[in-house]
């Protein structure tokens, strides 16, 4: 290789949004020919860093050069005229439409203005040729599979003579032989000079394909390095966090031995997710879930709190067998979730704090016994006080509240009904360092009072510190079990990486 | 999988044939070009507006004004020609562009104004119908050379059939629309906007101009249906289509288009209408059958179409399912 | 019971803790749809003077506001169910048609059996709920876009009403069922008192219970409402259920009214009054909070503006071009992009103007 060129430079950038700061002074180099991958837990700001380099969102600070100029793209379609390219982990085509339509999208051969469907066909033809695709491009794009799909995005961003190509999670539901005619592509590409950025939580493939990487973690760059001069557990350390080392395991919950089986999941699975998961919560435990970003802890919390139907084994809890079928199941046994999706699916938005914090309740308690509205304020004063929920009122709509509030409230809902086992998924993602710091004492808490909890997080020494035992998944089964001595962050983070 | 996309079409397609034969079965005279081609001229207006509905629905929209433009336009019509002497083409001239601004002032409060689609067109409804009895409450009859050329225009079909001035209309718009969907980028915007709209943007779409000159189209096709209509009725009233929104968006759901949008073809809609107007020629043929079970039977073939719809999209978004899980 | 011991702790708690009553804001929302109201009332008055003039005859109130309120109960009806069902961030369009339907069979059953009034009340709202149980499972299990669900109704059930009624219009002689339409009670057409009633009942219900709060969980977030323990599904089909016990309930009124059942135009179009009611008493069409209050003034509101029209004198042919006027103005309203432009117009149109008389 002759001496590659920087395509693209990032200086300094910043995104703030209200309340959070997403990117700090993030630098990233970019140079033709190389795959550089971009790598950090959920929440570290490699999806806001994507979009402000695509002109997704705008920066609120720091300078971009796309060939030593600086520039800053107004839109998605102004960085492609430009030659920037991003294919999305959901493939942004349109289904409906033809491979070659949305290969051709907007560009179509015409004759007398009338779009001529051969040429058209022959040219898709012949640039899916380049990708080892041989398909028929006149059927509607929802007819491929997801990979097929993921190569056609990508031939349309090199159809637009694309210098930067920026692939958002694109082997996230390939299988393995998809995933090599995929980094066959990429290989092709990067010898063509087309700088990739490559976003991914499969660390195997970080190795297969990248030259450069590039990680951050809590919205700053931990470092650059040499895909080659970086050895994988020094690489799983600058993703979870640096100082793991020297943090000891504060055993503050150690279990008696003789404690109550609570949860017992056993073999469990659902279909196209999880496999043959078995892991125990005894009364009083917390139980962390430990792994990747798709590693299956989330779908773990799911299929006990009876989102998922479970394809194969079963749930005791409490020694009964449960069988869920909604949500409204799991809490009537006395399970509650705080979800990952915060916005999504835990929070309704326009309702106040108040009918925040008492719809559980209510909802048990049926539709017909209304909770007198004194007692709603009641019930709210008292955790707006306790949880130190910072609001003026308990009559703002929760969606005015920062992230960290947000998840207090959902805390003080599900302490209001009082569940025996509590799974918190991710439960400081997204939250400023100050609610972050209080949310972790809460847990803590709720641990010494005795509840049952189970955990998922990327925070690792947060983990340590808390959990009785911790349970390592990857590739969405379990890898193994570590309490006592054993469960130490570099133990989890080795048994993370190799499994 | 290739068939799948055009099932609806074939079952509508099946069914048409299947009532047509059964028709031709029992009655005498029923299976005769007579009954095709009346088919189509006394269609002609609900044809034309179903032309329109399908590419708003096809887009992710609905256009519930166009009854009521149906009416306008006659009624606007028929006061030029009337009251004011206007020649009749003069008049069209007049209540075509007239009727695009109609279109594209809805197109704008849908995209600009991020209103929905069906309470816009609501009110777009309630206006051109305001604006049609404000005209004239009454029916205004048009008497009219033109109007007489028109109705005798057209030739004889060997078995009788008559094609007449509106079928012709009707046949050129039709083709019209056929190379506009498949031949142009505009046709190709509209099922990208069904399909997606973010995506649509994302790649470029200009997706203001494709919403309003849809719902501009969809304005002239019913404002062009309106004036076939005085062909058909030499007068215009203000109470003219009422309801012919509903009839033209059952046309288009029976033909095979998704109501969600994205994907569809015209000729389905066409086939739509025909079977609708099978189904009512043979309740008049049978003569013991009462008109309303015309509406129990459209409504239970709605039903049937949707439940139909249903299931196709659920088999295909479970085999998409099935393979990316699989895959991961 | 360990669990619900436990949350009577949490209450015990809370109830210990600093209570402050925090202020439950009547919202501003109330505000534009009542001034709409008071100004169209005023407008009345201002055309003619004896417009708030009532006078009582046998037993019974005359007057212009009582004739507005009297013809807005059918529609109010509708749009008291239909409040409840745009909150879901659904839609019903075959309310018309149900009506239609109920008051078909009660016709029937008053002129072909000697079936006691009661029963035949039971009857026609039992029709609506089935109805509406109809519509409500197309939507919430078998997912079918609300419009699509319950357009087949629309255009399906004025046939069904047709095919009872054997395309007649069934006239039936029955004082005790047409006092529901015709009668009065305490001074007030019995219309009022029925809307009244619904309204005070259906209040009570939803706010009295936990079951409106539900209904706008749902709306707002059905995802995080099934995660909190709400059976989304099971508020989906109450709401169609109510939505068409409503238009029963108005089909029945509107049949006694003419003493016959006309499926043809019995509750004809007037889904889309009420939905328009809804959407003027200030709800979003997406779901989330509602107000049966608003709803009620929205129609009142849409049937002021009629009786306007003929007060001041227009002819009665305007009356759906200013309805239709009004209507855009209120939806341009609502939009978040016309309240900005028109914000940031304002003071420009202010500058201007203090630079023209300068």
Known sequence: ?499 | MMSVRYLPLWITAALLCLMFGIGGWQFDGFASLIVVSNLFSDNAFLLIVALGMTLVIISGGIDLSVGAVIALSGVAASLLISQYQWHPLLAFALILPVAALFGALMGVLIHVYKLQPFIVTLAGMFLARGLATTLSEESVAIDHSFYDAIAEFGFVLPGGGWVGASTMIFIVLLLLVIVLMHYSRFGTYVYALGGNSQSAELMGVPVARTTIAIYVLSSVLAALAGIVFTFYTFSGYALAGVGMELDAIAAVVIGGTLLTGGSGFVIGTVLGVLLMGVIQTYIIFDGSLSSWWTKIVIGLLLFGFILLQKLLSRRTALTTAARSTAHG | MKQTQSCTDSLQQARLARYSPGSIKASARYLWPLAALMLLLAVNLVLDASFFQLSFQDGRLYGSLIDILNRSAPVALLAIGMSLVIATGGIDLSVGAVMAIAGAVCANLLLQTALPLALVIAAGLATGIAAGLINGTLVSYLKIQPIVATLLLMVAGRGVAQLINQGQIVTFQRPDFAWLGTGSWLGLPLPIWLVIGMFALSQLLLRRTALGLFIEAVGCNATASRYLGINDKAIKLFVYAFAGFCAALAGMISAADIQGSDANNAGLWLELDAILAVVIGGAALSGGRFSLLLSVIGVLIIQSLSTTIIVSGLPAKFNLLIKALVVLLVLLLQSDKFRRQLSSWLPKLRKWRKGGQI
């Open chain 1, 1 to 499: 290789m002759t001496t590659p060129s920087l395509v693209l430079e990032l200086k300094q950038v910043c995104k703030h949004f209200p309340g959070v700061k997403a990117l700090q002074d993030v630098d990233l180099r970019l140079f033709a020919g190389e795959v550089h991958a971009l790598l950090g837990e959920n929440g570290a700001g490699k999806s806001t860093l994507v979009k402000v380099m695509t002109g997704a969102l705008a920066k609120s600070s720091g300078e971009i050069y796309f060939n030593s100029q600086n520039c800053s793209f107004a839109s998605p379609a102004a960085a492609q005229q430009a030659g920037i390219s991003t294919v999305y982990q959901e493939v942004n085509l349109l289904p409906n439409l033809s491979v070659a339509q949305n290969l051709f999208l907007g560009h179509e051969p015409r004759r007398f203005g009338l779009i001529q469907h051969q040429k058209m066909q022959q040219q898709a033809q012949q640039l899916l040729l380049r990708f080892k695709l041989n398909i028929d491009v006149s059927a509607p794009l929802a007819q491929y599979s997801v990979a097929v799909q993921q190569l056609i995005a990508i031939a349309r961003g090199v159809a637009m003579s694309a210098k930067v190509l920026v692939l958002d999670e694109p082997t996230a539901s390939l299988d393995s032989s998809e995933v090599q005619m995929l980094f066959d592509v990429m290989r092709q590409l990067r010898d063509q000079g087309v700088a990739i950025v490559f976003i991914t939580h499969f660390l195997d493939q970080v190795y297969q394909i990248s030259d450069r990487i590039t990680v951050l973690r809590n919205g700053s760059k931990v470092g650059e390095y040499l895909a080659a001069d970086l050895p994988r557990a020094r690489l799983i350390e600058a993703m979870l966090g640096k100082e793991l080392q020297q943090l000891t395991h504060q055993a503050a919950t150690t279990t008696p031995a003789a404690a109550e089986l609570l949860l017992v999941l056993n073999n469990i699975a659902v279909k196209g997710s999880i496999s043959g998961i078995s892991l125990t919560v005894a009364q009083g435990q917390a139980v962390g879930l430990a792994g990747l970003l798709g590693s299956g802890r989330t779908e773990v919390c799911r299929a006990v709190y009876g989102v998922d139907a479970l394809s194969q084994g079963e749930i005791q809890f409490g020694g009964r067998t449960l069988r869920l079928q909604q949500p409204a199941d799991a809490i009537k046994a006395g399970i509650a979730l705080c979800p990952e999706e915060r916005k999504t699916e835990g929070i309704i938005g326009p309702l106040s704090i108040r009918e925040n914090i008492m719809l559980a309740l209510q909802a048990r308690r049926g539709w017909w016994r209304y909770l007198p509205v004194k007692q709603q304020q009641q019930l709210a004063a008292f955790y707006i006080d306790k949880l130190h929920i910072a609001t003026p009122d308990a009559e703002k709509p929760i969606e005015q509240l920062s992230g960290g509030n947000q998840q207090k409230v959902i805390l003080a809902r599900w302490l209001a009904i009082n569940p025996q086992l509590l799974i918190l998924d991710e439960p400081t993602r997204g939250i400023d360092i100050g609610a972050h710091a209080e949310i972790l004492l809460l847990i803590k808490s709720l641990c010494q009072q005795g509840m049952s909890l189970l955990v998922t997080s990327s925070e690792l020494e947060e983990l340590v510190a808390f959990a009785g035992k911790v349970v390592v998944l990857r590739d969405r089964q379990k890898v193994t079990e570590l309490s006592g001595d054993t469960m130490t962050a570099p133990h989890i983070m080795q048994a993370i990486a190799e499994g």
